[in-house]
């Protein structure tokens, strides 16, 4: 199973960033997806998360009303699109999946986990 994250880069404040997650190994149609970040210096924190079917979605009080999550099951791939990006928003982006109907802002809750893509914005 592997999770492959793609998107990040360095951006200025209010810029946007969309980032993907493709999957290979495991059909994403089974499972809640989330993504998460870690800043330097911090704990890895819940950023957003979309149940199995897409019909339900979490997101973090720091990034509602600019972060989407959305997915695409067919080409087994979750987005983040990331509008007005904030300087705190820089961080190591990761995206996990979890087995459907579980608790979709705990880490414990999340099986496989992809290796991370750094989004850094400058002020």
């Known amino acids: 199973v592997q999770l492959q994250a793609s998107g990040g880069g360095l951006v200025q404040a209010g810029d946007s960033l969309r980032l993907s997650c493709v999957a290979s190994?495991?059909?994403?149609?089974?499972?809640?997806m989330g993504w998460f970040r870690q800043a330097p210096g911090k704990e890895r924190e819940s950023v957003a998360a979309i149940r199995w079917s897409g019909g339900g979605a979490y997101y973090a009080d720091s990034v509602k009303g600019r972060f989407t999550i959305s997915r695409d099951n067919a080409k087994n791939t979750v987005y983040l699109q990331m509008n007005s990006l904030k300087p705190e928003d820089t961080a190591v982006y990761y995206c996990?999946?979890?087995?459907?109907?579980?608790?979709?802002?705990?880490?414990?809750?999340?099986?496989?986990w992809g290796q991370g893509t750094l989004v850094t914005v400058s002020s």
């Open positions: 190994g495991l059909a994403i149609g089974n499972y809640d």
């Open positions: 996990a999946a979890a087995y459907a109907g579980g608790n979709l802002v705990s880490r414990r809750e999340y099986k496989y």
